[in-house]
């Protein structure tokens, strides 16, 4: 017999007894789709994590002090910043402060972070500018009243491309808009894109006090000089700040990829935390295909050795019902895995982090219903071959 | 004489049960030509279903030798008894024994599946094998919505699809009326005049006149 035929007379069964078929079906397609599900889930999580910390600036070292110091009492200043920018694995480098103020425009107004920093915030965050200039070395050396809105912030206040050039306050003073972010896509917490870009000078002198910023973000030149880059950094505060080899530094300097590592490495494993608990379930399904194969080889007896009788070998009988058993855990897979993509896709949207499909979790889905099928398939097909067709044929 | 289809020689067949050893056939030794119509009669108890089920090659005797169309029976395994049955066997049960929730044409070419034949081929002789018997209006009936006389004519056209060597009916007739019986016996007869070679196992000595030839079994043994 041929597989075409074999498929053709499971068909035919699962039409005549289309409940059960459906009922048995559901484990798999449970199955399937909780698998499917989760481990989109937990990819479009591991995404999301990846894309919004490299979106905080590739190659990223963060200096900051360390100790319980608030934003006024750190001890890290702009010239700490300019005297890193010397060294020679550095590509760039911006000290940072920030504050949170009211800002107007007309009768719009919102509290929004103000982070103070130089022109070269830009290419050490990872911003692109929408509309209008970014600071400039002019504008950061004179300490102008000039400001880049974040794409959320000039949204909310109803500032749009041609509101260049237009004053608004912040805490009281009056500013001038030179310029709008691209929007970077991140949402909650800690957005982005929902803050303001000023002079570090201008913070300083207006509204925080005090020569020393907040952090210095350090953008190094290559990759793979991450670590040289930190060691350099290290020393050269260290000799600035005037510590010992043995005093505990005042700074901390942070490398953005140890997190991402970690956070690439738990989501990781949650995803596959979700998907074994996921597995469960369909091991539950494949079980459900085994009680009904057995179920049906019962009540078929009879059927078996009328097939018998007239010719069919055991073979004939062990292959009819393992491929029974592999349509309704094929079938079942394959449903499962677009409810369960429709599902992830559902979740993404509603989480904001899209779709992310994996054709890499499809293939591995249809494998494991097809061994489903086979491994709970097996045992009730060889019940059926080996039936004595006379045993069979009396059986009421 | 090498031509015969069914040759039993000395053939028993003893069941055991537990210790005990208990004996359904004794020494029995038949010959069966082709294009006769044999009638293997006795009362129950006296190893008739034994005799059928070896005849069909659903069993193998426990002592003697088995001929069936020239091939050793008893050196057959099960995948070897089961191809015999396909290609030389056409079965007629008492009780029908059609596939349930199967059309009449699909029953009927269930053999042919097992041949190996394409499903175009099997359609067409499955659809002239039910036309032959008037069944031509019936092709895609399930068992459940024919008559038991209906049903019996969709199994004998499954035993003829095949063009067996051999048709083995196991009391045809059982489970019919007298009318559907008279002519599932009639249509066994046309059968027979057509060339065709017939076993027939019954209990009723009516339903044996059919058959030109009788054989008596008693107590697992020939006794005429």
Known sequence: MTFAELLRLALSRLRTSRLRAALTMLGVIIGVASVVALVGVGQGTTANITSRLAGLGTNLLTVSPTGRGGTTSTNLTVDDATAIGQLASIGAVAPEISTSQTIKAGTESETVTVVGTTNAYASVRAYDVWQGTFLTTVSVDQKLRVVVLGATTATNLGLGASDIGKQVTIGGLPFQVIGILQAKGGTGFQNPDDQVVVPVGVVQKYFVGGKSVRSIGVSVAKADEMTTASAEITSLLTERHGLSSTETADFNVFNQTQLLDAATSISGTLTLLLGGIASISLVVGGIGIMNIMLVSVRERTREIGIRKAIGARGRDILAQFLVEALTLSLLGGLIGIVVGLAASAVIGQLAGWGFHFNPSTVVAAVVFSLAVGVVFGVWPARQAARLDPITALRYE | ?224
């Open chain 2, 1 to 224: 004489m090498l031509d015969a289809i069914i040759t039993l020689d000395q053939v028993s067949r003893v069941y055991s049960m537990g210790r005990m050893e208990v004996p359904a056939l004794v020494d029995v030794s038949l010959q069966v030509h082709p294009g006769e119509f044999v009638a293997i009669i006795g009362p129950s108890g006296s190893g008739k279903t034994t005799m059928m089920n070896i005849l069909g090659c659903l069993d193998r005797p426990t002592h003697g030798q088995y001929l069936l169309a020239g091939t050793p029976v008893a050196e057959l395994d099960d995948d070897g008894l089961a191809k015999l049955r396909s290609l030389t066997i056409g079965f007629v049960f008492q009780s029908y024994n059609l596939l349930p929730r199967t059309s009449a044409i699909d029953n009927v070419a269930t053999p042919l599946l097992y041949q190996g034949v394409s499903r175009r081929e099997r359609v067409a002789r499955a659809r002239a094998a039910l036309e032959r018997l008037g069944l031509g209006d019936r092709l895609d009936h399930e068992p459940t919505e024919l008559s038991g006389g209906q049903q019996q004519r969709v199994a004998v056209a499954r035993a003829l699809v095949t063009e067996p060597a051999l048709i083995l009916a196991d009391e045809p007739t059982g489970n019919l009326d007298s009318h559907s019986g008279a002519e599932v016996l009639t249509l066994l007869h046309e059968l027979n005049a057509a060339g065709r070679t017939i076993v027939l196992i019954t209990h009723d000595p009516d339903v044996a006149e059919a058959a030109s030839r009788q054989i008596h079994l008693l107590d697992g043994r020939v006794v005429a």
